[in-house]
């Protein structure tokens, strides 16, 4: 089965907002075997609304829609289902009463006449119930294809797509399997992790699918089964993976799209009972925030702290005045003596450490565009290295934060 997600607002096509509703949808559908074949933007614009709602008619069993459903009159999404459907607006009783209760109980006060048109729907359309806000989402379906209308605030349609259309679709329709196993791995481009697997990509069946997701530092290998057996995709897909943890295992840290190697070394550190702190300067902050962004992880995160400047690195972390006018601000001795610094400041068993010059000028140091040195601060003492990562800034700063949990995995390993 396949499905167009179609996103409509004039600001996400002049880059005001981000679109961040497909890709939930999308994984949505994925997990109960719809394939979305595409993923279309366009405008407010009945015509442009309509020649879209046309183009996509018996050629997908599934059309989703977002946005265009307030209460302004540049949300003209109900009004356009109408005419393509050649129906009429209705008040529906129960979603009147849902939106006057919404209002009163969380704004406290009446209802407006432009609140209560909220419930104003085509008469021929199943209404999805909207728990969390005003605007009800739609199933309408002509000949082959079902359009489906979902409000574009982002809670709002999670709901939906959660309690009224996946439940729904999984009960009315017979849909393949789609399964997929995410291979996390670390420290190897590309181009590198393909010429080791080759062998191995090369032996994969028809049925099996495998996809490269590069990025610094970093490499997600995602294996997709598509059929109508779902234990022989499961026993393939493990089978699959059990061989390749034999050819690259040095350098996989998980198993799945949502074991990042923070969640690996969150979990590592608790196991060991250990603590960890950050002394950031060339990633920003970057690295303590990819550490708290995990569920739980107070029990291991001491703190962190970004010093910038030359100056904070002195007063802050203690780092000597002469070791900068010795080595420069970006130098390993800078970087041994911000991990102990902080290692001592958060009383932590773990510290990590970045000075470097992520460009594009060169700021407090002469050291090369891209240049950045790492440290990490065990129990047992200091380890540190130098990298050079290029350009962009971004990709220096993306490199350095990857780089440094593919360190700290590797020696928090080593008392496994």
């Not at 999805?128 to 349609?157: C, D, H, Q, R």
């Not at 400047?309 to 970087?335: C, H, M, P, R, Y």
């Not at 800034?393 to 350095?400: P, Q």
Request: charged share 25%; with cysteine.
């Amino acid at each position: 089965m396949k499905a167009t997600i179609v996103t409509i607002g004039d600001e996400i096509l002049i880059g005001q907002i981000i679109d961040t509703n497909s890709g939930f949808i999308a994984k949505a559908l994925d997990r109960i075997g719809v394939q979305t074949h595409e993923l279309l933007s366009i405008s407010d614009d009945k015509q442009h609304i309509l020649d879209t709602f046309a183009s996509l008619q018996n050629k997908v069993d599934f059309v989703i829609i977002t946005g265009g459903l307030g209460p302004t009159k540049d949300d003209i999404t109900k009004h356009t289902f109408c005419e393509y459907f050649n129906d009429t607006l209705v008040i529906n009783k129960e979603v009147e009463t849902h939106v006057i209760e919404l209002i009163e109980s969380v704004m406290k006060r009446p209802a407006s006449q432009m609140n209560k048109d909220q419930a104003l729907v085509p008469s021929k359309c199943q209404v999805l119930f909207n728990k969390f806000g005003t605007a009800p989402g739609m199933w309408m379906k002509k000949e082959n294809t079902v359009y489906i209308s979902l409000p574009g605030v982002p809670y709002e349609m999670k709901y939906i797509v959660e309690n009224e259309i996946i439940p729904k679709i999984v009960n009315e329709y017979q849909r393949p399997y789609i399964l997929h196993k995410t291979i996390m791995t670390y420290g190897q481009g590309e181009s590198l992790v393909a010429e080791r697997i080759e062998d191995w990509e090369n032996s994969l069946p028809e049925f099996i699918k495998l996809a490269y997701l590069p990025a610094p530092g970093r490499v997600r290998l995602r294996l997709t089964g598509r059929g109508t057996n779902k234990e022989l995709l499961e026993n393939t897909i493990n089978e699959k993976v059990h061989s390749l943890a034999k050819i690259i295992g040095d350098i996989i840290v998980g198993f799945d799209e949502n074991e990042t190697i923070e969640v690996v070394l969150g979990r590592l550190l608790t196991q060991q009972g250990k603590t960890i702190a950050t002394a950031e300067s060339c990633s920003g902050g970057k690295i303590a925030q990819e550490l708290t962004s995990v569920a739980g992880a107070s029990n291991y995160f001491r703190g962190g702290v970004v010093t910038y400047s030359t100056d904070t690195k002195v007063s802050v972390l203690g780092v000597s005045l002469k070791t900068i006018e010795e080595f420069s601000v970006v130098s390993a001795a800078v970087a041994t003596e911000m991990a102990l610094g902080v290692q001592k400041l958060m009383k932590s068993d773990y510290a990590i450490a970045t000075t470097g010059n992520a460009g594009p000028s060169k700021g407090d140091t002469d050291a090369t565009l891209g240049t950045v040195f790492i440290a990490l601060a065990t129990p047992n003492g200091v380890l540190v290295e130098e990298f050079n990562f290029g350009q962009p800034r971004e990709k220096v700063i993306d490199r350095t934060v990857n780089k440094a949990f593919e360190l700290l995995q590797k020696e928090i390993l080593k008392n496994v």
